[in-house]
């Protein structure tokens, strides 16, 4: 059996919560979710430096905020391992494609996908995508807004 998480993300990688915001989200995102099996695969997690969220087999192509053209899988590999042996101290990257700067964490991810020092993760969550509306109200728990990101591995 492949496994499935629903996760949430800050929409800043380097932002983390404290435990109290942290907790509300979660009572929040549990209510969204479906039974009891679902609730108790909900985790949330810090993490010291930035990691990547990765969508899994979810991920079919990835896309330049700035041009829209498609970035070439090898360029985006070299660039998240070279930053990855850095530590991540930083997510910018020159896309070839118009020579300009930005962000790993903001090219097009077709499937959503992301960097984050903090994630609550729902490992099978027994349910899809949440609503706009769900996940405005995960923001207000959380303060900060969220980005998130289906994982199929
Ligand atoms: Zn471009």
Redesign the pocket.
């Known amino acids: 059996m492949s496994d499935n998480y629903l996760t949430v993300i800050p929409t800043d990688p380097y932002w983390q919560p404290g435990r109290d915001a942290a907790d509300r989200a979660a009572a929040a995102l549990s209510r969204m979710l479906p039974d009891d099996d679902a609730r108790r695969g909900l985790e949330a997690k810090w993490n010291d430096g930035v990691e990547m969220v990765w969508c899994g087999s979810n991920l079919e192509r990835i896309l330049?905020p700035?041009?829209g053209?498609e970035c070439a899988p090898d360029w985006w590999a070299e660039s998240v391992s070279q930053r990855y042996d850095e530590g991540f101290p930083t997510l910018v990257v020159t896309?070839p494609?118009?020579d300009?700067e930005t962000s790993l964490n903001e090219l097009a991810y077709d499937w959503p996908m992301g960097f984050a020092r903090f994630r609550i993760e729902v490992l099978y969550p027994n349910r899809s995508w949440l609503t706009d509306e769900e996940l405005a109200t995960l923001t207000d728990a959380l303060g900060h807004p969220l980005r998130q990101i289906l994982i199929h591995i």
């Open positions: 330049c700035r041009c053209a896309v494609c118009c300009g």
